[in-house]
């Protein structure tokens, strides 16, 4: 389905025009189908998704809010590389609210909670078989949002969502590593088995250790894709357009209709 006829049937359930943008532009992104230093053109994002420039430019200012693109008066708007510094924040961020509610989940969880949790690992491993980087990194996310919710903190898990953007586009490019999806499962079923036994101290070691496996693939992540990346942890100022092609871009994007 094309992302034009997906926006129009959201809007036609009553779906905030921004806010769709703003969820599609963000999956992208996160999903890499916007590589770092993309350049973002408001005319061209609105003819393809069908709507006005109005809402594409609001997503783009809250993505900007995100650190997920930098805006550079004058030359335009690009997918930010990603930096450590964004990359550490939300791993702290990450841990901190995970592992907490992790000393919930070891009190509170139920049979049906563990039995849920291990589905998912079963669905993990189908994905692994396949070797479907894109089903599995849905199915993570499914694993740490269904132990959040057996704490009974489910509602938390949105902040983590949003706190962990910059950290998933790592995640994204550390997947196609050697072994990491059997690695990764293997930690899911360790954090499962020790929540199971009641034994917090260990499941909240084997849960951190998990969780920071992304900090030690960022070297290897780096090394492959450097084009990816900012250098000194600052975004990267896009080389200049030649004049006469820059004119010609900024004529084309204020020439269209602002309307709501």
Known sequence: MRPR????????????TRQLVHELLRTRIIGLRLAPGAALSENDLAA?????RTPVRESLIL??????VDVYPQMGTFVSRIRFADIASAQFIREALETAALRDAVER??????????????AQRDAERHADTEAFFQLDEEFHARLMAASGHGDA????SQAKAQLDRARRLSLPLTQQLHLLIGQHREVVDLLERRDLASADEALRRHLRLVLSDVEKIRARHPELFSEDDAPIRPRREPRDSRDRRETAENGGTLDG
């Open 48 to 52: 393809e998704l069908g709507v006005s």
């Open 5 to 16: 006829e997906g926006l129009h049937a959201a809007r036609a359930r009553g779906g905030n």
């Open 63 to 68: 993505l900007a809010d995100e650190g997920l």
């Open 109 to 122: 969880a139920t049979e049906r909670d563990v039995a849920d949790l291990r589905a998912l690992l079963d």
């Open 157 to 160: 898990w949105p902040v983590v």
